[in-house]
């Protein structure tokens, strides 16, 4: 019995391994085999070259955020232009943030004391209002112009990243002290 068990064993393992290479060939696209050279004066075999590249996108041209002696009485706001850049064809990608907070959130301190700041994003450059992005929920299908990695050419491309600070929650800051934070910012190609 624990022979036949064993025999049975072995079956499957090599049907299941036929099947794993099946699927692997069938998935490669067409196959082409190398050809050999045969002796003589000349001598000529041939190879197939099969490349690809993988979903990739990159986010650049950050930069940190310093807001400092401001009035509580306004709502403070901060935009900057980022470059984002997929190389899908379609050029979309979508952008997930979270801050330093407490569950991620966009919060600033300075030990026990806090303050909220919300985070927005435009996909055109130059912008002060934009989607409102929530901690750790991506926004989706979002396209990128820029046909360089860095945007290095001028402004094609570019997103806004908009960080502001409502005038109620500045009222409640503690003046003269400096309250940081992180934001991380994760582009992924669609």
Same mark, same amino acid.
């Given at each position: 019995?624990?022979?036949?068990?064993?025999? #049975?064993?072995?079956?499957?393992?090599?049907?299941?391994?036929?099947?794993?290479?099946?699927?692997?060939?069938?998935?490669?696209?067409?196959?082409?085999?190398?050809?050999?050279?045969?002796?003589? $004066?000349?001598?000529?075999?041939?190879i197939?070259?099969?490349?690809?590249?993988?979903?990739?996108?990159?986010?650049?041209?950050l930069?940190?955020?310093?807001?400092?002696?401001?009035?509580?009485?306004?709502?403070a706001?901060?935009?900057?232009?980022?470059?984002?850049?997929?190389?899908?064809?379609?050029?979309?990608?979508?952008?997930t943030?979270?801050?330093?907070?407490?569950?991620?959130?966009?919060?600033?301190?300075?030990?026990?004391?806090?303050?909220?700041?919300?985070?927005?994003?435009?996909?055109?450059?130059?912008?002060?209002?934009?989607?409102?992005?929530?901690?750790?929920?991506?926004? $989706?299908?979002?396209?990128?112009?820029?046909?360089?990695?860095?945007?290095?050419?001028?402004?094609?491309?570019?997103?806004?990243?908009?960080?502001?600070?409502?005038?109620?929650?500045? $009222?409640? #800051?503690?003046? $003269?002290?400096?309250?940081?934070?992180?934001?991380r910012?994760i582009?992924?190609?669609?």
């Amino acid at each position: 019995m624990v022979k036949r068990l064993g025999n #049975m064993r072995n079956r499957l393992l090599r049907i299941s391994s036929l099947v794993l290479t099946v699927a692997a060939v069938m998935n490669c696209g067409p196959i082409h085999a190398a050809t050999q050279g045969a002796l003589g $004066e000349t001598s000529t075999g041939s190879i197939t070259i099969s490349v690809s590249v993988a979903s990739r996108a990159q986010i650049s041209g950050l930069s940190d955020v310093s807001l400092h002696a401001l009035d509580p009485a306004m709502t403070a706001i901060k935009s900057q232009n980022v470059c984002v850049w997929s190389n899908t064809p379609s050029r979309t990608y979508r952008i997930t943030a979270s801050g330093s907070g407490a569950g991620n959130s966009f919060s600033l301190a300075n030990g026990p004391l806090t303050t909220p700041y919300s985070v927005a994003w435009n996909t055109a450059p130059g912008q002060t209002a934009g989607v409102a992005l929530t901690a750790g929920t991506s926004i $989706e299908g979002l396209v990128s112009t820029a046909t360089e990695r860095t945007c290095a050419s001028g402004s094609s491309g570019r997103s806004s990243l908009i960080v502001s600070i409502a005038s109620s929650d500045l $009222e409640g #800051m503690q003046p $003269e002290t400096n309250y940081l934070g992180l934001l991380r910012l994760i582009v992924t190609p669609e």
